[in-house]
């Protein structure tokens, strides 16, 4: 059954921008090393970093119809995320979309298979994290649906949950856990500020994390 | 048999520059979504756009002799396109040939292997697409072929076809369909602007493309 | 049995300037072809440039917990040289330890696995040559080694040799082999550019190369 | 938080023999080609064709401890289903594993790593289906969680689903969708017998299909 | 524009099948070391051997359409050979179309995609040379074409050229040089035999072709 | 410099027979989860099992010459293990060879680059491990060296080493370090064949290593 889902929840705006500025390593972190999107998930260009709610879509391979029709579900803040049924590198996405997205005020695309028109999505900018770089062109035959739960990229992802992409990738919060995992993103971010200080100072990790008894007692061996 | 064809057709200037400016997603769906080379051909670095007559090299596995041949068989506004007998690595093509093939007009290298110096290839204005970073050397021992039909990335190439190259990969345009792509490229680009202006205010592609009717009938169900 | 070793030799500062002057390629060249890490392993950002005595840890799958281990050891101008016991793409190394390795001299990191943090790095000018960048933690819980014999994408490496790497990949030099490798690249770099001058004129490689016999011997045949 | 889910729904074992007849490819296509297991998971050893319920395993990269929790909640005629939390080709599994799941009365084991004593495998008649043959040793120092929801090899799997797994791959079938799925494998499966007898007397699928219209209003051309 | 090439050349059935008798890595070096397919194409299962006129197919990504059409244009003794406008791992071909396939006198297929059913093509004896085995279902909407020049796993393939294919892999002879190219192989067969023999007495190559001199000379050392 | 080493230690035949019977898994485990191959090195049949003294080969890419200066150093009861300087899946090795080496007593090949006749030599019983099965010809051109210590699939190996091959893969014993490996792989053996057993009565691994205070207190949880 070929569904869009019309209401979804989202997450509280300011947590999702907090999610954000914490970053993928971070966040990732702060929800027990959960979330990551498989690595072959690059950015199209570097230096961009986005978090917003995720309006999934589950497509056919090669066939981009359902973008289409997910454009329509966008509110502003949002991030698109494909999920494809079947492995596919084609080209799903380029400039006329992103404009129509875009316009709609959606954040970004995070898509497990192509993307093309690359240089025109950087001087939009409008980031892409995808699994290939590639000009071939997708049909409109199949249908496919819009805000189910997908997997993209090896991971599980509910319409609504936050989306937080960087250079190092992208992770994935449940909507439900956004507060939490946000508090301690934060927590996490005091806590590194304070130690990339002394290790600036030149102070080892060794001593910081107390580690030399723990070496000493698994049995390493200075010679 | 080793063969260097000395005299090979090539495409009027003014339709190998249209196409160029078309750009690679553009001219594939020109020409009904033909032409493309495998997304693993990448550019060494972002921002090169290219398109110029192919002059062909055949060569075998880390043996880079023909390349020396077929500059030799350069004109102004050809780009070299290398596939080799069987699959390599090797880095054929650094900053000395570039130098080379640059002072005879060449306009940039498409190449099924690896390619060296890419620093200096982005300082001197050198574009390459290739299937590899390698500083790995390659020898001078074994014939190959300049100027016959190769087969590059998947995609079948004769000497004097149009390539297409920028940010998105590689498109082939053979030479004798050049000026009917071209024109078919042109209308595309023009009804283009028209849409991408309407994706701008906020038009949908549903209704821009008519497609609710279809999706309806093929069993979308909104909920 | 895990052990630190922690007095290794290093090559002579001025030898080491030089050999990264010279760049991975021609240092390859120099020493017969040998020595370059597998293409997967990849700079992080493009541009950086550096050569250094390698400090190498050999690390179980996804524990970073030697590389603390390893950063005592360093003295300015080293790079730390990262290899598993098994295949890894995840996140050892991010900008704590950047910041610590660097507040000790250290002009950078090849890594057999994954970093993660890569914007910051590149800001703090950290440079990585890794197989992936990938945000996924690792934990701190199996002993490793560190300067012993490793090998790092299928190059084998010593502690104390001297890693060349830039652009086109990572190069490693032995320590007993620097200074010869190092003249035979200072006589290759005076020799390029000669060529590249008479390059730039337009003369051909076939002339400059005498190959034009030794072509129609072979039997290339121009038609 | 790890846990173990102690007690799951399983489906009516006539149900589950009936999908493990029709297969893999039958199964998939009657479930509107949903469930397919990513085709890099392999059988360990080919002729083995296996159905049984889903007692899923949540492991950490290179960790098998999880898989000591799990045997004790097998019942005969389970499948063992292990998906990881970062990607790892560690031989997880053995043959004393194997011996101890056997005793149990599972049926298999679906595992997106690695697995090893693929001979004495075969010789007990245990059939593994794996993303590769690995005799790297795993720890047991990391919790997982056993009978949560996982994602094997690209599939969302439940505990209780149904999976089916023979030469052709792996396919999961929702608990809830067993019975719904299983009529429409069966309804398929005698459907296809009248046909492969009618291909067999040389009748073409062009005729059996009426294709020949439809190919001729697409504008296929005879020449 | 797509079309269906009715009458094709052949080559003589006994080239065909001394080709045959010769095996792939005999015919590939007859014919100077070309015409071999990737080495990702691999048998489905051990042992089949077979040679015989290639029917070519292009298809569309995930489309098996044209095997019906192609079917068609079988006469006994040929062998189906598909390549795909895109890629794609999923299974065109299954029991069904073999059972048809097999009762118009194909000996096989060659297939730049995927293929399922694989234990009943065993069963029924019809043997396929394939990048994949995986169930996806795909669908019949897009048209290509059938006996025209096409591209698989990186070699060119013309209809009516001879394809031989072994558990080696999968090679092609040009239909005007299969009779040169048998001749070499028959000599190249003739030749061998007697070197074999030669072997099993315990001569070395080094002696048989003479290469000490010639190792010498090119500086080999023996310590 | 390019050299054969004609003079190479091997260990006791009694102790490699022992760690031949342990098989790949155990002599891994025995000597504390090292040694082993890169797990893309699989043989091209399955069933065969060897050990014994390792004369290696380090060729450059596509070019088998140091076969044959290999073949002539091998005594019986040797296994041949090639490593090359730069990736080739080509076709280095097939019956010729095989049936010199077998002459010369050579138990089998091991080889990070491809093979082929791979039916004969299951047909005469000579095993490979390999990274492809390929039929692409290899040339006889350039230098490499035997019995000098090479890179093979990851692993360091020195002429003499002892090698273990199975299903499960290829591991690496150093020369000094057999016999105390050996005596750990056979109390491995021991003790594993008394765990089999009570595995075989049905006691969970959970009760037979105590597993269940420390899940307990890491922190599982069953609900």
């Not at 919060?173 to 005091?190: C, M, S």
């Amino acid at each position: 059954m070929n569904v869009v889902v019309q209401n979804i929840p989202r997450a509280d705006p300011a947590i999702i921008k907090d999610l954000g500025a914490a970053g993928v390593a971070t966040v990732h972190e702060a929800q027990a090393r959960t979330g990551l999107l498989a690595s072959y998930i690059r950015p199209i260009y570097r230096g961009a970093s986005i978090a917003g709610s995720a309006v999934t879509i589950l497509a056919p391979p090669g066939d981009n119809w359902m973008l289409h029709v997910a454009i329509e579900q966008l509110q502003p803040g949002d991030i698109l995320v494909l999920g494809t049924t079947e492995p596919s590198d084609a080209g799903y996405f380029g400039d006329l979309l992103a404009t129509s997205a875009k316009a709609r005020g959606c954040r970004g695309l995070i898509i497990d298979a192509g993307v093309r028109d690359v240089r025109d999505l950087e001087a939009i900018g409008f980031p892409v994290w995808s699994k290939a770089i590639c000009a071939q062109g997708t049909i409109k035959e199949t249908l496919g649906s819009v805000n189910v739960p997908i997997i993209c990229a090896g991971a599980a992802i509910n319409p609504g949950d936050v989306i937080v992409a960087d250079d190092d990738g992208v992770c994935v919060v449940a909507h439900g856990e956004a507060e939490t995992v946000n508090k301690a993103a934060q927590a996490r971010i005091a806590n590194e500020e304070e130690k990339r200080a002394r290790f600036e100072q030149g102070e080892l990790g060794l001593d910081m994390y107390d580690m030399r008894d723990r070496l000493e007692k698994a049995g390493l061996i200075y010679v």
